[in-house]
């Protein structure tokens, strides 16, 4: 008599079809929800680029990377970049040296970072080395470094063979 009463009761009846449905759409849904792409391969898809900071900016050689301001259009607070929606950009691989505003001993020094945010040009002092080509020509080496920001390594990887690299 109790089963009679149970299956009588429509609110009881709805209760049991719903838990049903539910079910069945939980275990439909499932393969979706486990094959959904990765956090990286999101942000890959979306072709934006977050700047980081100087100490972020080192590649495993330990050269500051600066991504150009003309690989993309920046946000207003140049802290990201959208490289578009077929990225093709480029970099600046800034090797660690004792940078100068100028070719003079005197001149006020500069930092990779810096130099990556302002853009110009830029000079470090070339040590004569016993057998180097620079043993006849010691003296100041000038080198352009395009405005950008600075990017992480693991950042422009996940755009391989869309970034090309110059190195400095």
Not at 111 to 134: I, P, V
Not at 141 to 161: D, E, I, K, W, Y
Request: charged share 15%; proline share 4%; with cysteine.
């Amino acid at each position: 008599m109790s089963n009679e009463n149970k299956t009588a009761d429509p609110t009881l009846r709805d209760n049991v079809i719903s838990r049903r449905r539910v079910m069945k759409v939980a275990l439909a849904t499932a393969p979706i929800i486990a094959t959904l792409p990765t956090g990286a391969a999101l942000a890959r898809s979306s072709n934006f680029v977050n700047a980081t900071s100087a100490g972020g900016a080192l590649d495993a050689k330990g050269r500051t990377l600066c991504l150009n301001a003309n690989s993309g259009s920046m946000t207003w607070n140049g802290w990201r970049m959208d490289l578009g929606a077929w990225p093709n950009g480029s970099a600046t691989a800034i090797t660690q040296r004792d940078y100068r505003v100028d070719d003079k001993e005197s001149a006020a020094k500069v930092s990779e970072g810096a130099m990556c945010n302002q853009g110009g040009t830029f000079y470090y002092k070339q040590a004569a080395t016993f057998g180097s080509q620079h043993d006849q020509h010691p003296g100041w080496n000038q080198v352009h470094v395009p405005r950008g920001m600075l990017c992480s390594a693991t950042a422009l990887s996940s755009f391989a063979g869309s970034i090309h690299f110059t190195e400095v």
